[in-house]
């Protein structure tokens, strides 16, 4: 009986010597027993210490029902340096340089030249001079990035790109809607996305972190309306939907938006197709996502024309020079008797028509004018997160 035992408990280590061996060469993979966690850096509003709730639960429910390993799961880090309460400080060593290096931005934006972009001559500056604060700034969070295989830069209702990094005209930091403050979070941005290309990170960048994306590959912004508190006539204007949704009716007030007009507290249903490197969303036929969107500035021409940018589709007003929108409603517009020709007059001469993009791709980034998180349960929404974790868990 001894024997017997002995013989069976050596079988047994020997199974199990086997089978460790076997997922340390890489041949099995012990996901069930040991659930891998995608550590996420999320850089939010600056008013805000936590993220979206919205693209939280995008992103754990993809990461949850992911085909691509069981039991996947994310984690969470906020970087905002002015909230934070971080104990190793490091966040607030970013922004303690930034602030340092503000100047210099203006500096270089005064003796800037024609065909020169003030990103470029910064980096520039900034190799040519490692120990400068924007080059220590640079270097900390390329540092922090490192920790993390997928980034998030949110959408923000306080915080925008600051117009020093793209308007000639602007040459000083406090411009009215755009003070100091959002040149330390425009040059982060910046920073972060630098890190994560050059990490090989996945980067999910909506709205604030497309426009930063746009900037960062040579792109033109612009603001597409001008800067009223209160319109005496209300910016309104109605066009077909082109595949079969309802109404669309987009208004200008402090954005250009197509929320539901009737219920300001509801998502309006702005359908089109879900673009093809997402996948089919789990259906057979043509996939479709809901795009809202809510912004100031406009992704406009010039489009980057360098290799690594893709335009993946393009605003739903968005025009080419000498196009007309064929999908416009002209007169009564059924079910929204607000919609008048004097709205639509004020709208049509509020709003810079031209070439607006709405999704690209740029390196290892993503860059959304709309906002699927906030539509992720609606069509095939879903599908844009689920590739993006999928994207995460490689680099993982």
């Excluded at 595949?243 to 007009?261: C, F, H, V």
Aim: hydrophobic share 40%; glycine share 6%.
């Amino acid at each position: 009986m001894t024997k017997v035992c002995t013989r069976s408990n050596f079988f047994l280590k020997s199974i199990f010597i086997i089978l460790m061996l076997m997922i340390f060469a890489g041949f099995l993979r012990p996901t069930s027993a040991f659930p891998r966690t995608l550590k996420t850096i999320v850089v939010p509003d600056r008013i805000q210490s936590h993220m979206q709730p919205e693209i939280f639960y995008s992103f754990k429910t993809s990461a949850h029902r992911s085909k691509v390993e069981k039991n996947l799961d994310m984690k969470f880090t906020v970087f905002n340096p002015y909230l934070t309460n971080e104990p190793s400080g490091k966040q607030k060593e970013v922004l303690k340089y930034l602030e340092a290096g503000r100047d210099l931005v203006v500096q270089k934006k005064k003796i800037l030249k024609d065909g020169e972009r003030l990103f470029d001559v910064i980096m520039a500056d900034i190799k040519a001079n490692p120990n400068s604060p924007l080059a220590k700034a640079r270097s900390a969070i390329a540092e922090i990035m490192k920790g993390y295989c997928l980034l998030v830069i949110e959408s923000t209702g306080i915080t925008v790109l600051h117009p020093i990094f793209y308007n000639p005209e602007v040459k000083e930091l406090e411009v009215g809607y755009a003070t100091s403050d959002d040149v330390n979070d425009t040059l982060y941005g910046l920073f972060f996305l630098d890190a994560a290309f050059a990490q090989g990170k996945p980067v999910f960048g909506t709205c604030h972190g497309a426009q930063l994306g746009y900037l960062y590959a040579g792109g033109g912004l612009i603001r597409l309306f001008p800067p009223v508190k209160e319109w005496k006539i209300k910016p309104l204007y109605a066009r077909k939907n082109p595949y079969g949704a309802p109404i669309e009716i987009w208004a200008i007030d402090k954005m250009l938006n197509a929320r539901d007009q009737n219920d300001r507290t509801e998502y309006a249903l702005i359908k089109y197709p879900l673009p093809k490197m997402f996948g089919k969303g789990g259906v057979s036929g043509q996939a479709y996502v809901n795009k809202d969107l809510n912004h100031t500035l406009g992704m406009t021409e010039p489009v980057p024309a360098i290799d690594d940018f893709e335009v993946i589709s393009y605003h739903p007003l968005s025009l080419k020079k000498g196009e007309v929108d064929k999908y416009e409603i002209k007169g009564n517009v059924p079910g929204y008797p607000q919609v008048k020709d004097a709205n639509r007059e004020e709208f049509n001469k509020a709003l810079r028509r031209g070439v607006i993009v709405d999704l690209y791709k740029f390196k290892t980034l993503l860059g959304f004018q709309y906002h699927p998180q906030y539509t992720y349960d609606s069509l095939q929404t879903s599908a844009v997160f689920d590739y993006l974790v999928t994207q995460a868990a490689s680099v993982h």
